[in-house]
């Protein structure tokens, strides 16, 4: 637990914060609606290599949804999304990467999935399918791939 509150990890929640927020506005209009790629949940798979993303995700949703004016029940829930799905795939972090990676397609289909069908004409059904097919962009074709890159690059510093 210590180690989570030292300022090294303090410093990186932060910046994974930061960088989540900022991606969601640099790809504002892939970002928000009902057919959705948010890039930044490229980022998702950040808790299996450290713990200190949890909060720093979590933080950044609630910013970005904050920041793009995105209604309270996106704000509440979009975020409470993220904080599930970033647990999660910390708890699968010692399970294949594609596996710990289908939290945040799997939380995000539902419960925004849920949210859009609530704002929207779109039934809970087509709403879900279209996060999780942008959920599956970010993360498996986006995330995926700059997970490994990270990774290799943590293990040539060790």
């Known amino acids: ?10 410093v990186r ?16 209009p892939l970002s928000f609606g009902s057919v959705q790629v948010r890039v930044s949940e490229a980022l998702t798979l950040l808790p299996i290599l450290f713990p200190e993303a949890i909060p720093g995700l979590t933080l950044g949703c609630l910013i970005s949804n ?3 004016g995105a209604g309270v029940t996106d ?11 970033a647990l999660c795939t910390y708890a699968l972090r010692k399970s294949p ?12 289909a539902l419960i ?6 609530l704002t929207s004409s779109l039934a809970f059904p087509i709403s879900a399918l279209l996060i999780a097919a ?3 962009i970010a993360v498996y074709a986006v995330g ?10 943590l293990e040539k510093i060790k």
């Open 134 to 136: 942008g959920q599956l």
């Open 13 to 28: 929640g932060a910046l994974i914060a930061a960088i989540y927020a900022v991606l969601c506005l640099l790809f504002a």
């Open 144 to 153: 995926l791939p700059l997970f490994r890159l990270l990774r290799s690059r």
């Open 66 to 68: 904050l920041l793009c």
């Open 75 to 85: 704000i509440i829930f979009g975020t409470l999304a993220t904080l599930l799905s």
């Open 112 to 117: 925004v999935g849920f949210v859009l069908s």
């Open 1 to 10: 637990m210590k180690k989570l509150f030292s300022r090294r990890a303090l």
């Open 97 to 108: 990467v594609w596996l710990a990676a289908a939290p945040s397609v799997l939380f995000n």
